[in-house]
């Protein structure tokens, strides 16, 4: 790890022996939860599940997030590289698809440390980074050849919201070259005879209340960059929390009809390789219980 930490754009230039940065991340690989998760996209879940492993802490931390415990409150375990690669193998023994890797930006060399060891030890499905998208572009490169299939969000065409809501005044730009150096290494989707994917790019979005425009904006500008050589996702299981008065429209739920609006336009635009959600999907249920003592 860099002695002075500029792994994503906050770039903090703390050497988190000793200070914490913006995401608060220690020197070392922390994680909340490893366990099989069976509610990502049908071709990565499939039946067994991901092997998810959610890393505590995070660069962006969104005033909406789901995962706060983990993200800004900090439960987790530090590990050690070896402990993470034993883990790894241990998904992949009780039967998961993939290895997916939840918010590691803040551990990215020493997870590239552990995939080679954990590799090293017989480790062979594939490797999922489940990312923000506000990525330094120097980081995403050193994962070349290391990750199989990048789940990366895409989450505000406007930077005010990304201001509003993550602190993340060049959101936009960030996420556009990150996932440009993602879709250069891994390519087109490609899938298993069983529809498991082994390679390739989801860019999820989750639309906001109320940022219905910002949505399209962008599904627009991944169609028009991308086609269909990537797949879409578009989720409405935005689940509204904690009651912040300072932002009272993510109190609200994504009403059905804003939704179908935003699937309709992707469809009149062509789009034919994007997950949509059922209804349903906006519950607290589906928000993992982050309990470490497993770990
Ligand atoms: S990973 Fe954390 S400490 Fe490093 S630059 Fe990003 S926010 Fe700062």
């Not at 020493?110 to 017989?122: D, E, Q, R, V, W």
């Amino acid at each position: 790890m860099n002695i002075l930490c500029n792994l994503c754009p906050r770039n903090c230039l703390v050497n988190r022996n000793k200070k914490l940065g913006y995401c608060n991340a220690p020197n070392k690989i922390k994680i909340s939860l490893a366990s099989l998760h069976h509610w990502e996209e049908p071709c990565i879940s499939m039946n067994n599940g991901s092997g998810t492993i959610f890393f505590t802490h995070c660069n962006l931390k969104c005033v909406y997030c789901q995962n706060s415990k983990i993200s800004t409150d900090g439960v987790g375990k530090e590990i050690s590289i070896s402990k993470f690669a034993d883990i790894c193998l241990s998904l992949q023994a009780k039967g998961a698809h993939n290895i997916n890797l939840v918010t590691p930006t803040m551990y990215a060399p020493l997870i590239i440390k552990g995939i080679k060891l954990a590799k090293s030890k017989g480790l062979i499905i594939p490797i999922i980074y489940n990312t923000s998208s506000y990525e330094n572009i120097d980081t995403i490169k050193k994962l070349k050849g290391i990750i199989d299939i990048y789940l990366a969000d895409f989450k505000y065409f406007d930077n005010d919201y990304a201001v509003k809501y993550s602190a993340a005044p060049n959101y936009k730009e960030v996420t556009k070259l990150a996932i440009d150096e993602m879709y250069k290494q891994v390519g087109k989707n490609v899938f298993d005879e069983e529809g498991l994917m082994i390679r390739g790019i989801i860019v999820r979005h989750l639309i906001l209340p109320d940022l219905y425009d910002d949505a399209k904006k962008i599904i627009e500008y991944l169609y028009e960059t991308y086609n269909d050589n990537i797949y879409l996702s578009i989720m409405n299981q935005y689940t509204p929390i904690n009651y912040n008065p300072k932002f009272p429209s993510l109190n609200n739920k994504i009403p059905e009809q804003e939704y179908n609006n935003i699937i309709n336009f992707a469809c009149d635009l062509g789009i034919k390789k994007a997950f949509i959600q059922e209804k349903g999907t906006c519950s607290l249920s589906f928000i993992p219980d982050f309990n470490t003592d497993n770990i």
